[in-house]
Structure formats: structure tokens, C-alpha cells
Antibody, heavy 121, light 107 residues
Framework: QVQLVQSGAEVKKPGASVKVSCKAS????????INWVRQATGQGLEWMGW????????GYAQKFQGRVTMTRNTSISTAYMELSSLRSEDTAVYYC??????????????WGQGTLVTVSS | DIQMTQSPSSLSASVGDRVTITCRAS??????LNWYQQKPGKAPKLLIY???SLQSGVPSRFSGSGSGTDFTLTISSLQPEDFATYYC?????????FGQGTKLEIK
């Protein structure tokens, strides 16, 4: 079955960087975009950006431009999201999600299980 | 960015009730609207895509409708496993955005 499995929880100090991985299985990794969405505790969903695993092309939400980098390793079907200059407001669960497109409409399915990133001094 | 506004923000209902959640876009998004269900501590799960298409494996008591700026998610007869938070998402813009969520609680 199609599955995205993310790396484990991280604790980082303010100013540091974090790199979260998302390993895909059950489908051709290079055929579908990977999106990243985060969710602070008790809050809603915030889209961060997308990456095309085939080309490596990316698109980031303006809020994260300059601080986020999305990459991939196609040999192991894994996507990565690195967020730098961390601050306490970045404490959240980070999700990867497979982007599906049909007749011009896009949606996310499935999602990874989430990775909790805690930023604390 | 396109703003998505859900109403209500929270809702109390009983098993067997018919429930409707509304999502309004700040501009027309045609039918580029998806619905997700999220249970505590879990990742969101796709329910409806393209405003009204039911994702495979999702019970038929879930349905979606609307186009343009106004959309609804309806659960025809609430089951115990349906108590969760629901989010709408627009994919009209390449910069996708989500509604703030509607928390469905047991009355």
C-alpha cells in the first residue's frame, strides 16, 4: 500500500536547523509531488511548500522563503524538509503528504504520520 | 492568498444526526476544494476531493457539494468514529490554503 513514513521527533535550540525525512513506498516516488504541512499544537494546518521528486523543482510558501529547503534522494525514495533559524513558534508537528492531480485538481493523499519538532532553549 | 473560512468552528451533535459544515473561499475557486478528517494525534485523512468526489474507502454517509465560493460537507448519519476535526482545502491556487477547522464533538 502507498505509505509515507517520517523520521522521529526532534528537539532543537533556537537558531538551529532541523531536517525531517519522509520515506515513500508503494508507488513510483518520482511520479508525484511531495508537500509539507505543519500544525502547531491545537492549531490548524499550514502549508509550507512542495517538491517535484523527479526534477527537484520546489515551491515554497512566502512565509518560509529563505528558511526552508526541500530536497530528495530518489535512490531511496525519500524526501527531506530542512527548516533553519528555528524559533519557538516553529514548534509543531510536521507532515509530508503525497500530492495527487486529476483533471487539474490537486489533493494530498496519503499523509505521513507526522514528526514533532520542539524548539526550546 | 485565498482565505478559507469554515463555519461553525465547533459543533456538538449526537450519533445519528445529520451534520453540515460550511467552507467559504475569499474568491471563486471553481470546484478546487477538498475535505479532510483529522482525529487527535493522527494525520489528516482525505474524505472528498474536487468538491464532491468521494475518496475510495470513505463511507457514503459523507458527501460534499458546492462550487465557486461556497461549499458544504455533509455527514448524513453521524457515527461514533466521525467525531473529529474537519478541514477544507483549496487547490485553485498553487499556494494551497486550509480552513481553520471544524471540531465535531459528541453532545
Amino acid at each position: 500500500q502507498v505509505q509515507l513514513v517520517q523520521s522521529g521527533a526532534e528537539v532543537k535550540k533556537p537558531g538551529a536547523s532541523v531536517k525531517v525525512s519522509c520515506k515513500a513506498s508503494g508507488y513510483t516516488f518520482t511520479s508525484y509531488d511531495i508537500n509539507w504541512v505543519r500544525q502547531a499544537t491545537g492549531q490548524g494546518l499550514e502549508w509550507m511548500g512542495w517538491m517535484n521528486p523527479n526534477s527537484g523543482n520546489t515551491g515554497y510558501a512566502q512565509k518560509f522563503q529563505g528558511r526552508v529547503t526541500m530536497t530528495r534522494n530518489t535512490s531511496i525514495s525519500t524526501a527531506y524538509m530542512e527548516l533553519s533559524s528555528l524559533r519557538s513558534e516553529d514548534t509543531a508537528v510536521y507532515y509530508c503528504a503525497k500530492g495527487v492531480t486529476l483533471r487539474g485538481v490537486d489533493w494530498f493523499d496519503p499523509w505521513g504520520q507526522g514528526t514533532l519538532v520542539t524548539v526550546s532553549s | 492568498d485565498i482565505q478559507m473560512t469554515q463555519s461553525p468552528s465547533s459543533l456538538s451533535a449526537s450519533v445519528g444526526d445529520r451534520v453540515t459544515i460550511t467552507c467559504r473561499a475569499s474568491q471563486s475557486i471553481s470546484s478546487y476544494l477538498n475535505w479532510y478528517q483529522q482525529k487527535p494525534g493522527k494525520a489528516p485523512k482525505l474524505l472528498i476531493y474536487a468538491a464532491s468526489s468521494l475518496q475510495s474507502g470513505v463511507p457514503s454517509r459523507f458527501s460534499g457539494s458546492g462550487s465557486g465560493t461556497d461549499f458544504t460537507l455533509t455527514i448524513s448519519s453521524l457515527q461514533p468514529e466521525d467525531f473529529a476535526t474537519y478541514y477544507c482545502q483549496q487547490s485553485y491556487s498553487t499556494r494551497t490554503t486550509f480552513g481553520q477547522g471544524t471540531k465535531l464533538e459528541i453532545k
